[in-house]
């Protein structure tokens, strides 16, 4: 599984880093296999209209084909990224079981 952290109008520094990879490690570990990429784009939306805002947006790429996508935006940095964790977590887990489950056809006529 492949790991990038981007972020702007901030510093991202290791620790930094470190804790946004073991926070979505914790979070996606079960689905590694399933996982061929994680882009996390970390954000400081201060301005004038925003206030003090920190967000978080993930894209997870499947090895199969198609992503899933959440973001989290919070007052402080480790809540947005806590809060995009939880969303993605939740999200891939519907989408893999969805994709697992056997379709129902209809029954065939002649």
Same mark, same amino acid.
Request: charged share 40%; proline share 4%.
């Given at each position: ?28 570990? $079960?689905? &590694?296999?399933?996982?061929? *990429? =994680?882009? !996390?784009? @970390? ?5 004038? /209209? $925003?206030? &003090?805002?920190?967000?978080? *947006? =993930?894209? !997870?790429? @499947? ?5 899933? /996508? ?18 993605? /977590? ?21």
């Amino acid at each position: 599984m492949e790991f990038e952290v981007r972020g702007r109008n901030l510093t991202l520094s290791d620790p930094l880093e470190e804790l946004v990879e073991r926070r979505f490690d914790f979070a996606l570990g $079960r689905f &590694a296999g399933e996982i061929r *990429r =994680v882009d !996390v784009k @970390l954000n400081d939306l201060q301005g004038p /209209r $925003r206030g &003090a805002e920190k967000q978080c *947006r =993930v894209e !997870v790429t @499947l090895r199969h084909g198609g992503s899933v /996508r959440a973001e989290g935006s919070e007052e402080q940095l480790r809540d947005a990224i806590d809060m995009a964790a939880h969303r993605v /977590r939740r999200q891939l887990g519907r989408r893999l079981d969805r994709d697992a489950r056997p379709r129902r056809g209809l029954p065939l006529t002649g």
